[in-house]
């Protein structure tokens, strides 16, 4: 038997374990972070320019979280307003300071998380804890690379079917070495729906993941394709 104790976890995981127990949370209304995808983000509330230079003073990770309905999205109700108990944990791997104060972020998506709790924050902006869920293992490892395949040419035909960005859709997908990085960048970049993004973000199924954005790909691929019917 192999012995683990001396395993080597990667500094980034440390961190990442140890800034779970108490992050920040930017709540936001339709918006869903993936893992792996990257999220630019223009920060210009007070509380949330202090949140920006704590992260970037400290560990560099945020929680994205989904608002509950559109009604939560006002300032004055986001100090307390529910959000989706399933979020996107972000690294801030870029970072611009404008000279009012105002940030520029672009965020890589880290890891899927269970928000547990909201503790106490004496900032102002709100703090939880939280658990990250790891993708279940496949049931079946070859369909799932057959899927993942599937996928890929799926993206193809839509790449061929768009005028401009098509090159831009390939390299995105040429550059996702795993089935699950592949479907959450893809559902990153082409589902716009806030609602399925969260749904897709609360699967940790990666087959039934790849499933629905390969549905929503043929979808796309079919409206682009169809000729627009003129009326007179």
Not at 7 to 19: F, G
Not at 97 to 124: K, M, Q, T, Y
Not at 190 to 200: A, E, F, I, K, S
């Amino acid at each position: 038997m192999a012995d683990t104790s001396d395993t080597v976890v990667p500094e980034s995981d440390r961190n990442l374990r140890e800034a779970l127990r108490r992050l920040p949370m930017f709540p936001l209304p339709n918006v869903v972070l993936f893992p792996h995808a990257l999220l630019p983000l223009h920060i210009f509330e007070d509380r949330y320019q202090s949140l920006a230079r704590d992260v970037l003073a400290g560990h560099h990770f945020l929680a994205i979280t989904l608002l509950d309905s559109a009604e939560d999205a006002s300032a004055a109700s986001q100090d307390r307003a529910p959000v989706q108990r399933i979020a996107g944990v972000g690294e801030v791997v870029m970072a611009h300071e404008l000279p009012d104060g105002r940030f520029n972020l672009v965020v890589r998506g880290r890891a899927r998380v269970h928000i547990d709790d909201e503790l106490d924050s004496d900032r102002p902006y709100r703090i939880v804890s939280a658990t990250e869920l790891p993708d279940f293992p496949p049931a079946d490892p070859a369909e799932l690379l057959d899927a993942d395949q599937s996928l890929r040419a799926l993206v193809g035909h839509l790449a061929d079917a768009i005028p401009e960005g098509g090159e831009l859709l390939r390299q995105v997908v040429l550059s996702q070495g795993t089935p699950s990085e592949l479907v959450d960048v893809l559902a990153a970049a082409l589902v716009v729906d806030p609602g399925l993004r969260q749904r897709l973000l609360e699967m940790r199924d990666v087959m039934k993941r790849i499933e629905r954005v390969s549905g929503e790909v043929v979808a796309m691929t079919s409206r682009i394709a169809s000729p627009t019917t003129q009326i007179n």
